[in-house]
């Protein structure tokens, strides 16, 4: 097929060539690789790739299965048999994963084919992919600046056309943020709607899996795909999947959207304030009704994040010893020669901290005073999510309070980084769905940065959001906008 710049379509559009038989499996994989080596020496976006395994699955692919032939990226902290799966993190070198996780099993079932997994910030943890251990991931928009993270990779590849769509995981944001600042679609599935067999652990009462995009239709190609019960998993919600796209094209009458007062806050980008003003205007010339709602314990969901995702990363991490796989220290003395090395050499500073963070809240004197307060608090944050649910259908708020960011700008103040988390982690700690849609442009310096609107729906009322965030989509023109690929190539 010439004339049609591939690896520039989004999943729906490839789709309808490959069932055409206009554009062969084969020939997407090489489309693929010819972008990926034409400017991800530029943007960093992958960590390794199988173009070879990926060409053969591409011989033998069924272009009319739900996702056939269509190649998909993976984060790096979740399993693809006999591939790396290092979470950018050095204790993780030279590992590969014996099996595939229940996402890569039911994507390669609807037909998809994983072929490269991409950056992230080190286990997860990190809002700007700065994290890594191996390399910086650019932002398209903006060579100088993050993609957002963790899953900065997964959101700069499709940016980038790098890739149709990824996966990537969230823990507080790392999903919805990065995809805030690298312009695509970014969905957090409810908790448990998404299997985590074969993902590595970070903080397993919040982790969840979803679909990078360039647009809210492939978005839910990619969820009917993956979302469902795993009888391997034990938080795995055992309830019927729906269609994602159903819903799709519905109109927005009679949906009530919640403008949560909590979430006006100080130190949001004024041009980030215009760009959500303006989309809850045009919401509500869609039809939608607009009603303020309060979420009154936002300003402590921060906090309670980061105590207990700590928490339950101190746990988790503890299996990263070097006795069995990975990186392992040379010529210890003894075997707590040989923990001790391993992990201070292995494990990077922001792992380390929260570990050192995490096993101080659980400890005996303090477990109360943090880890068990947290967790009463958390159930507040639940259950102002409840209440705002029962007027309203869906909230609406900027996705992160800045766009992406300059290399090096919050790496010195943790707090400064954290708070990135601020409109995404309540999400996670109350459980519920949310996305992040392409809203609109900060001019900053004269670079144009995408900014992102948040839709957060209740529990499995993911084609629900899917609706409304399409709606919107196909009324703007923001989805069409992408990067200036030449100028990628030329800049150093
Ligand atoms: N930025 C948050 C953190 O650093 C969220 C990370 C995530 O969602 N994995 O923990």
Redesign the pocket.
Known sequence: MTGTDLPALNIADLQSLLRRREVSAGEVIDALRARIEDVDGKIGAYLSLNFEAAAKEAEVANVDLPLGGVPIAIKDIISIAGEPCTCASKILHGYRAPYDATVIQKLRAAGAIPFGKTNM?EF????STENSAMKLTRNPWDLSRVPG??SGGSAAAVAADEAFGTLG??????IRQPAALSGVVGLKPTYGRVSRFGVVA?ASSLDQVGPLTKTVRDSALIMNAIAGHDRQETTSLDDPVPDYTARLGKDLSGVRLGLPKEYVIEGTDPQVKAAINAAVKHMNSLGAEIVDVSLPHTDYAVAVYYIL?TAEASANLARFDGVRYGYRAANPKDLLDHYGRTRDEGFGLEVKRRIILGTYVLSSGYYDAYYLRAQKVRELIRQDFAKAFEKVEALISPTSPVPAFKFGERTADPLQMYL??IFTSPANLAGICGISVPCGFADVDGQRLPIGLQLLGKALDEARILQIAHAYEQTTDWHKARPPIAAIRQNV
């Open positions: 910030d997860a943890m990190g809002s993270g963790s995981t969230e823990t507080g944001g790392s970070f995702a990135a988390d």
